[in-house]
């Protein structure tokens, strides 16, 4: 049984809270942690620790803090079997997933060690008669990070590294679903030789959430999560003068025209679709076909989803669909199941069906002959389960995604370049895949979506990220002649 403390000023501390969540293993069902739901004045006490570093970690040298990142890239890669066993025992992703979500988390830190060359300002000499202009990026403070269970690696990893990277302190809160993997980063922190106080963790749920949303000394919230918390925390930190960045819920649209490579889109939407359990903001899960070629996608889609090896990655080495998070979210995904074909979808695959019994699965499931009145469409399911729409054209498929509230990701499979642009220049979403099934941006560029899928205004990664954890400084100068003479 993992026991899960909070990190506060370099210190290990277990939480006085007497009430505790169950971690599960979801692949088996097994509890294999206790999350404490730690109070808000454990909270106060890690902003606090967080507020005192501030002013002495803002004064290490960037070089330094680029050396720290450095190091600690190099243990992370030393360590990623470990750290990909992690999240799949308290995640349920498969090997490979949990492996690519690693990579992602070091690719992080690789980016944010490039610290020196993104904190550079711009100048320019003589704007007047011996005046110049110099532009400097400073730190803004403490950052809060409120982080999901979905990505328990990847995400906290958007967050921390360029936070402090740019000078800032960081309290951290993982999702009370996926805590143990957060232990393990700070033990590889500290032996990154990450000075005390400048990245602390308060495990919990509401609670944390809320003293962060509220204290003074918390300057910027970085947030990741499902849309209504998403909203709320948007709504809440800005009212407390906060700068916030809400990456919240998604609906992905993959549109399939008749002109496709279809070998091709097969393998890539079934990793789209039913990759990490469909439990991925990037997931596709409603599919805009175009009726010449529906028939055939729905046969060749249904037979490659049904060769899908479901179980627990923990115990076996060649799963290729893990389970869902939790029981609820099962029960949750079955009535959504049921939803869709008491609104009059066709059921080609029913995830209800050959699942093991024990831990938390549903099978891939396909629901054919959508529309856009149903509520598999219109809610984030989170769970493999593919919604099926059949298209007159590519125009027709991109007014289906443009009356959708959320706007993460969205795809298109063809080999025609005038329809790829028209796609590009039309479809409302924040990040495009075009023969690909998950389009996520590398560490180098902004993540983000459109419409209710973000609230804020800098994305998270890319240059985005140094902006948003950063303020800027405008220092124009007429430097005085002091007795020199040409
Ligand atoms: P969640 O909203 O339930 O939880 C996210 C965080 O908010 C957790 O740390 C949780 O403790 C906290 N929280 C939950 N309820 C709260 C409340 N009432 N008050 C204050 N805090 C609260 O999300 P989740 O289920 O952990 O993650 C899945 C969601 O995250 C999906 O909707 C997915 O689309 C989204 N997500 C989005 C992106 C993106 O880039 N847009 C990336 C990953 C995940």
């Known amino acids: ?83 990909a066993d992690l999240i799949t ?16 988390g070091i690719e992080n830190v690789e980016h944010a060690a490039s610290i020196v060359n993104l904190l ?15 532009n400097y990026k400073y730190p803004i403070g403490v950052i809060g990070c409120i982080c999901p269970f979905n990505f328990p690696m990847m995400v906290p990893f958007w967050m921390f590294p360029m936070a402090i990277a740019c000078g800032n302190t960081v309290v951290l809160k993982p999702s009370e679903k996926t805590p143990i993997l957060t232990q393990r980063i700070i033990e590889l922190c500290e032996e990154a030789g990450l000075p005390k106080g400048v990245l602390n963790v308060v495990n919990g749920g509401s609670e944390v959430v809320n003293e962060i949303l509220v204290n003074p000394n918390i300057v910027g919230v970085s947030f990741v999560g499902s849309k209504n918390v998403g909203e709320y925390v948007y709504h809440t930190a800005s ?28 393998k ?5 679709a039913f990759g990490s359990a469909g439990q991925r903001c990037m997931a596709g899960s409603v599919i805009l076909v175009e009726n010449e070629i529906a028939d055939e996608f729905v046969e060749k889609f249904t037979l490659a989803a049904k060769k899908l090896k479901i179980g627990d990655a923990s115990s076996q080495s060649d799963v290729d669909l ?26 080609v695959l029913d995830g209800r069906k050959n699942i093991p019994s024990e831990g938390f699965f549903v099978g891939p499931t396909i629901l054919d002959n959508c529309t856009t009145e149903m509520k598999v469409w219109k809610d984030e399911i989170f769970a493999p389960v593919v919604s099926i729409i059949r298209v007159k054209n590519l125009k027709s498929a991109i007014d289906i995604a443009k009356k959708h509230e959320l706007a993460n990701g969205a795809c298109l499979f063809t080999n025609n370049a005038k329809a790829i642009r028209y796609f590009r220049e039309n479809i409302p979403a924040g990040m495009i895949g075009i023969n690909l099934g998950v389009p996520a941006p590398v560490a180098f560029y902004s993540f983000s979506g459109w419409k209710n899928s973000f609230y804020g205004d800098l994305h998270a990664n890319g240059k985005d990220a140094v902006y948003f954890y950063t303020r800027r400084k405008v220092v124009t100068a007429q430097l005085r002649t002091g007795g020199f003479e040409e």
């Open 89 to 104: 025992e308290e995640n349920g992703k498969n090997h490979s997933d949990a492996y690519g979500e690693v990579g992602r």
């Open 322 to 347: 893990g389970p869902v998070i939790r029981k609820e979210a099962q029960e949750r995904t079955f009535n959504y199941i049921q939803s869709g074909v008491d609104q009059g979808a066709t059921l």
């Open 268 to 272: 890539k939407v079934i990793g789209g």
């Open 120 to 134: 550079m300002g711009d100048s320019l000499s003589t704007i007047a008669t011996d005046v110049d202009v110099t």
């Open 239 to 266: 009212a407390h003068n906060k700068r916030v960045q809400v990456l919240g819920g998604a609906k992905n649209h993959t549109v399939i025209l008749k002109d496709c490579d279809m070998e091709d889109t097969i």
């Open 1 to 83: 049984m993992k026991k899960i403390r909070n990190y506060v000023n370099g210190e290990w501390k277990d939480s006085k809270t007497e009430e505790f969540l169950d971690v599960y293993n979801p692949g088996n069902g097994k509890v294999i942690g206790k999350c404490p739901l730690s109070t808000q004045e454990e909270t106060k006490e890690a902003i606090e620790a967080a507020a005192k570093t501030f002013e002495s970690w803002s004064k290490v040298p960037v070089t330094k803090r680029a050396k720290i990142l450095f190091k600690l890239q190099n243990i992370l890669v030393d360590h990623q079997d470990e750290l």
